[in-house]
T-cell receptor
Framework: DAKTTQPPSMDCAEGRAANLPCNHS???????VYWYRQIHSQGPQYIIH???NNETNEMASLIITEDRKSSTLILPHATLRDTAVYYC???????????FGGGTRVLVKP | GAGVSQTPSNKVTEKGKYVELRCDPI?????LYWYRQSLGQGPEFLIY????????DSGLPNDRFFAVRPEGSVSTLKIQRTERGDSAVYLC?????????????FGPGTRLTVT
């Protein structure tokens, strides 16, 4: 699995956009970027994934740089319920296991 | 629809005892995964089932850990001779893709405490 680097924590104001960065400079050409989040005392929740094009769904947007060495997860209008640990994962091509790093602990403040 | 369910939600056992943790995946999901999460850490992969068979058990820490999925739906994670270091939240996930997928749906976990 390609190694990912995320800031350990960040704060965000309620109602504002939250931009969560992730570096994955060793990513291979056919590896996707996945984002999960884990709210306190719950299991991880799938958010979004992408290969090279920007992606958007009802939860978030994923912006991947042209060289694919980094990406940004955007929560457009953060709410208090978005307080969670956010994991950026680049799984290897073989197998189906997710390798979770330390993630970014996001605190949305009123 | 119903998500992944896990029972029990909490389990306290004494060192040396045997425990079983159950996972009910989303109906129709053929792939099932077990992870373990220690306090303050991200989840760690244990084992992956495709149907009834374990396709990848490389994450099981030792032979005290065993998992089964006899009918391709419900799975049971079994831990023999529990140790205090086994205390963690055990997470189960499932996915719809027949070949497995990184888009996995997790249950709430079972918190195991070994005293």
């Amino acid at each position: 699995d390609a190694k990912t680097t995320q800031p350990p924590s960040m704060d965000c104001a309620e109602g504002r956009a939250a931009n969560l960065p992730c570096n994955h400079s060793t990513i291979s050409g056919n590896e996707y970027v996945y984002w999960y989040r884990q709210i306190h005392s719950q299991g991880p929740q799938y958010i979004i994934h992408g290969l090279k094009n920007n992606e958007t769904n009802e939860m978030a947007s994923l912006i991947i740089t042209e060289d694919r060495k980094s990406s940004t997860l955007i929560l457009p209008h953060a709410t208090l319920r978005d307080t969670a640990v956010y994991y950026c994962i680049v799984p290897g091509a073989a197998g189906n296991k997710l390798t979770f790093g330390g993630g970014t602990r996001v605190l949305v403040k009123p | 629809g119903a998500g992944v369910s896990q029972t029990p939600s909490n389990k306290v056992t004494e060192k040396g005892k045997y425990v079983e943790l159950r996972c009910d995946p989303i109906s129709g999901h053929t792939a099932l995964y077990w992870y373990r999460q220690s306090l303050g850490q991200g989840p760690e992969f244990l084992i992956y089932f495709q149907g009834t068979g374990a396709a990848d058990d490389s994450g099981l820490p030792n032979d005290r850990f065993f998992a089964v999925r006899p009918e391709g739906s419900v799975s049971t994670l079994k831990i023999q001779r529990t140790e205090r270091g086994d205390s963690a939240v055990y997470l189960c996930a499932s996915s719809a893709s027949p070949g497995g997928s990184y888009e996995q749906y997790f249950g709430p976990g079972t918190r195991l405490t070994v005293t």
